[in-house]
């Protein structure tokens, strides 16, 4: 039998269950990304021919496929919110990023100072690897698909779902930061980092999706010409031709290609707010990153099973569960005092800081660029421990607690975007 004859077979199951799952587990306290983190644990503990997942060897690929899934996933969210954006109606979201995300990012790096002795720039890196909250594995606490209603998300799933979108791209500045420290030493950087790494690249994202959303919006919507009219072929691909659009033409200015996807996807949804092409565009998204995050986790439970852990000291499982249980709630409960959420929105907002791919992401391209004076595999095995005490404590818990806060909101579920008039 060829090995890659079995990583094509093994690959075909994957989607199976990722298209198969969702529907069996929508009433039981598992998400299938724990499923599937599950099944890859069992997957490399059988004896078959598959080599055991190294993101040290493998980091390249590590990077891309991370870099991949993020993206897609972050497109899905920003076609999913129903809000226009403003002030006041993002209020939740502003918090979080203004508050909760720098507070946490401050709050590990100490701990990793303390508890592990590492250096400024390792403890840096792991507040910002750590800090992004994931759009990739939150899909049971965040807004489920795009409605008629400007007014059908909850503050809950909005909340989680637009601070997701986000602080994905907001962690760069940070990431470069880290390496900065670790590679030039002092301050002597921080001056043009300001200038290039925060405030260029940062503008740079939102302009970048904010002209790409505008033209894609209108080319869906309001071409001069039916023939050119996107929104008439209805090709859910188009999402994926966005996607890849969107930040590839920004990474090349050097702007954050994480923030112009999910502005992007924002701004197109924005084009033409109850036409049906809307969830056909997020219909197919959301499949492409359920199959990416299928395998993906696949890989993760086989990197545990492995032994990828063994690097893993009780002081460094220690700061992944003071993040999890201490850090995140605390921030996210304080950030959002005033805000438009009641005492249990609040709970809940600040406790599913679910942490995922995003994560793996940034520390395989961290890693790329310096040497953080500790090993690479203890970062791997923190960062691999958070998302998976993550997947299993937000994965069992998620779908009892949101049912929970439906039944007290009491509130009809909405239609979905377009229904009974697709044009």
């Not at 940062?202 to 002209?211: H, R, S």
């Not at 036409?275 to 995050?293: A, K």
């Amino acid at each position: 039998m060829s090995n890659v004859d079995l990583v094509f077979a093994l690959a075909g199951a994957g989607a199976l269950l990722a298209a198969v799952l969702p529907g069996v587990l929508r009433r039981l306290p598992f998400s299938l990304p724990l499923v599937c983190l599950l099944g890859g644990m069992l997957l490399f503990w059988l004896p078959l021919p598959l080599s055991a997942p190294d993101p040290v060897a493998h980091r390249v690929a590590i990077e891309h496929v991370t870099e991949i899934c993020v993206v897609i996933s972050l497109m899905g969210a920003g076609l999913a919110l129903n809000r226009r954006v403003g002030l006041h109606r993002w209020s939740s979201t502003w918090r979080l990023l203004g508050w909760t995300m720098p507070l946490t990012i401050v709050a590990v790096a100490l701990l990793a100072s303390w508890l592990l002795g590492w250096p400024p720039a390792a403890a840096l890196l792991l507040g910002a690897v750590l800090a992004p909250t994931d759009p990739v594995l939150a899909s049971d606490v965040q807004v489920g698909e795009p409605v008629d209603a400007e007014n059908a998300d909850d503050e809950v799933r909005f909340a989680l779902t637009s601070e997701a979108g986000l602080n994905d791209g907001l962690a760069f500045p940070v990431v470069y930061a880290a390496i900065a420290l670790a590679t030039v030493g002092g301050l002597a950087w921080a001056g043009e980092w300001v200038l290039t790494d925060v405030l260029y690249r940062v503008a740079a994202g939102v302009v970048g999706g904010l002209l790409i959303g505008r033209l894609l919006g209108r080319l869906s919507f309001h071409a001069s010409t039916e023939k050119l009219r996107l929104a008439e072929h209805r090709d859910g691909f188009v999402a994926v031709a966005a996607t890849f659009l969107a930040y590839g033409l920004t990474e090349l200015v050097q702007g954050y290609g994480f923030i112009a996807v999910f502005v992007t996807a924002c701004t197109i949804r924005n084009a033409e707010r109850d036409h049906g092409y809307n969830g056909i565009l997020h219909g197919f998204i959301e499949q492409v990153e359920r199959l990416l995050t299928a395998w993906l986790l696949l890989l993760l439970g086989g990197f545990v099973i492995a032994g990828g852990l063994s690097a893993l000291t009780w002081r460094g499982a220690a700061v992944s569960v003071l993040l999890l249980l201490v850090v995140r709630p605390l921030t996210g409960w304080l950030a959002q005092l005033g805000g438009p959420g009641g005492p249990r929105e609040r709970a809940v907002i600040s406790f599913y800081g679910i942490r995922g791919i995003g994560s793996l992401y940034y520390l395989a391209y961290a890693l790329g660029h310096a040497d953080f004076g500790v090993p690479a595999e203890e970062l791997w095995a923190i960062a691999a421990f958070t998302v998976l005490a993550s997947v299993v404590l937000h994965g069992i818990s998620a779908t009892q607690v949101m049912r929970y806060m439906d039944r007290l909101r009491g509130t009809p579920e909405p239609k979905p975007v377009g229904e009974g008039h697709d044009s």
